[in-house]
């Protein structure tokens, strides 16, 4: 039985494994290769960020009564990452091996840290909360579509 | 609700763990200069003052002081708990371990009990504060996380560590008559494989699968590894003080637990998704590679009982286990923690405007990796310094000397990057 929280957790994974296709693409210097994995990466982590901004963390804080929250904390962190995404974008087209691999090891502990908050806390937190509503929910985020980088 | 951690707001301000993470490498240099002053001599016996002296230059100068640094840090964000008064705990902390460690080596090596009684002073008053800050905050915690579970046993150990060191410099400083060979084996085990052992552990089922992107420890791993080898450790004590059949099990027990944790994390670490090799993950493979010499080495001493009384037997067992193990795993840790704060204090300002240095350039690769390099040449160099101490304490103090100095000028140089930056408004 899906609950939010493996929901989510499965696809933090999902945005894990393409992350580190993009960044051994750009290690070897396939910037062909490169190129598209972000762009699929950062596709996939901003659905993330879209499943849980615009259905999770909204029936959270109505759930909670509480906008100012771990939701206020999630939201400024995934606007952190947000900017890290541009920074790596123009060191793709610039074809900045180093300067990819800086952000993106950068970008891994940011994500990783974000990620452990959400699991051990925020989430199971949310499975609690919304339980009664848990399939609408879910639902909710299945809905969202992924947003092709043009 | 317990998730401050990231925001500027609730994070401790960078010179909070940077103080400790900053000085730790000069009790490395410390070491070197040790060895250097001292040679061939200091290998003889585990007793030698000098090669105790050297012990907690390693244990308290370095390890403890990071660690306990990492602590101050982490525990907001594991925790969802920050330390209260982070600057004066951190003050009240870093203070008197300096002055303690530099005071008791200078013991060791002078035999004045006036060292020894003021090393006592300046340590307890730095562990007190310690253990109760961080006691404090995790205990505020609800047990959801078994790094944090491992974090209380070893704080725990660490308090049964610190009780049984200061209760040893106390015979050292007031001449006191106790059984000190028993309580030095307590006070070792106590602090390597408690202290050290259960926060490495802690520590690993969140970074390991953090920094490699692996897949998480197995669950009976993380629920029942830390309290069982705390309850074995317990068990062992008291069959060591008390003398009963159950302290040989509880020992292999304990030997059994950290191969099984050795051995896990290399197997974890070749099904990580990230493959590029990375120098923190190469020092948490050569740490538990040394981890797991160590755990041989004492298999093989228990069978072969030759082996286990010669003179030099517990001495490779420490430097296997302290400077192979411990050393190399928190060098690991320093090179992914100090690039970080340092991006993370210079990105999240208010004030900011533009970019900020990314970790890679905040300490590059390159000099990450020589530091490596080093790093093995004077553990390899004093593993043979053991075995042949005439010519090779010497290149070996040689090897920790410049290790101690490229960790330096590595976690300096980031240092000097957040001061540079820091003051840029645009």
């Not at chain 1, 693409?25 to 996939?44: L, V």
């Not at chain 2, 008291?238 to 637990?257: H, N, Q």
Request: one cysteine or more; aromatic letters at 10%.
């Amino acid at each position: 039985m899906e609950t939010i929280s493996s929901y989510l957790a499965h696809d933090h994974r999902r945005c894990d494994e393409i992350f580190a296709q993009a960044e051994e693409a750009a290690a070897k210097g396939d910037w062909q290769a490169a190129g598209r994995d972000f762009a699929q990466f950062a596709a996939a982590v901003r659905h993330h960020f879209n499943m849980e901004e615009q259905v999770m963390f909204p029936a959270f804080e109505q759930a909670t009564g509480n906008t100012m929250g771990p939701t206020r904390m999630m939201r400024m962190e995934h606007e952190q990452m947000r900017e890290l995404f541009d920074q790596m974008a123009q060191t793709v087209r610039a074809r900045d091996a180093a300067g990819y691999a800086g952000i993106a090891e950068t970008l891994l502990v940011l994500m990783q840290q974000h990620n452990l908050k959400e699991e051990n806390v925020l989430y199971p937190m949310s499975d609690q909360v919304l339980g009664a509503r848990q399939d609408e929910v879910i639902g909710g985020m299945a809905a969202i579509e992924e947003e092709v980088a043009a | 609700m317990g998730l401050s951690g990231l925001s500027l707001e609730q994070a401790p301000p960078i010179l909070v763990p940077l103080r400790f993470f900053l000085t730790a490498p000069l009790f490395l240099l410390l070491a070197a200069l040790l060895l250097l002053a001292v040679g061939p001599a200091i290998f003889v016996s585990r007793w030698s003052p000098p090669l105790l002296a050297l012990t907690h230059l390693f244990t308290l100068g370095f390890m403890a002081m990071v660690m306990m640094g990492a602590l101050l840090q982490m525990l907001p964000v594991l925790a969802g708990s920050p330390v209260s008064q982070p600057r004066l705990v951190a003050g009240l902390v870093h203070s008197p371990l300096v002055g303690g460690v530099l005071l008791l080596g200078s013991g060791f090596l002078s035999g004045r009990p006036l060292l020894f009684q003021l090393a006592v002073v300046a340590l307890a008053s730095s562990f007190l504060v310690f253990i109760a800050a961080v006691a404090r905050s995790l205990l505020r915690v609800p047990a959801r996380n078994a790094t944090v579970v491992a974090m209380r046993y070893a704080v725990a150990a660490l308090a049964v560590t610190v009780t049984l060191g200061l209760t040893l410099g106390s015979a050292f400083g007031w001449q006191l008559s106790l059984p000190l060979l028993s309580l030095t084996d307590l006070h070792a085990s106590w602090g390597l494989l408690g202290w050290v052992s259960l926060l490495m552990i802690g520590v690993a089922y969140q970074v390991v699968p953090m920094f490699q992107l692996t897949p998480a420890y197995p669950r009976p791993f993380t629920r029942w590894l830390v309290g069982g080898l705390f309850a074995l450790l317990l068990l062992w004590s008291a069959g060591a003080w008390f003398g009963g059949w159950f302290a040989l099990p509880a020992v292999s027990g304990l030997m059994l637990g950290l191969v099984l944790f050795g051995a896990t994390t290399l197997y974890l670490q070749t099904q990580g998704k990230r493959r590029r090799p990375d120098v923190s993950v190469q020092f948490w493979r050569v740490g538990m590679t040394a981890m797991l010499a160590a755990a041989a080495l004492w298999i093989a001493g228990w069978l072969l009982p030759a082996l286990q009384n010669h003179e030099a037997y517990p001495v490779v067992l420490g430097i296997l286990f302290i400077f192979g193990f411990a050393v190399s795993a928190i060098n690991g840790m320093l090179y992914k923690i100090v690039p970080f704060l340092v991006w993370f204090h210079l990105f999240s300002r208010k004030d900011r405007k533009g970019g900020v240095p990314n970790m890679k350039e905040i300490i590059p690769d390159q000099a990450a990796r020589r530091h490596l390099f080093l790093h093995l040449a004077a553990l390899l160099l004093i593993l043979a310094g053991v075995a042949w101490p005439v010519p090779l304490v010497y290149p070996a103090a040689l090897a920790l000397g410049l290790s101690a100095v490229l960790l330096g000028a590595n976690l300096w140089g980031a240092y000097r990057v957040y001061r540079e930056h820091i003051s840029k408004r645009s």
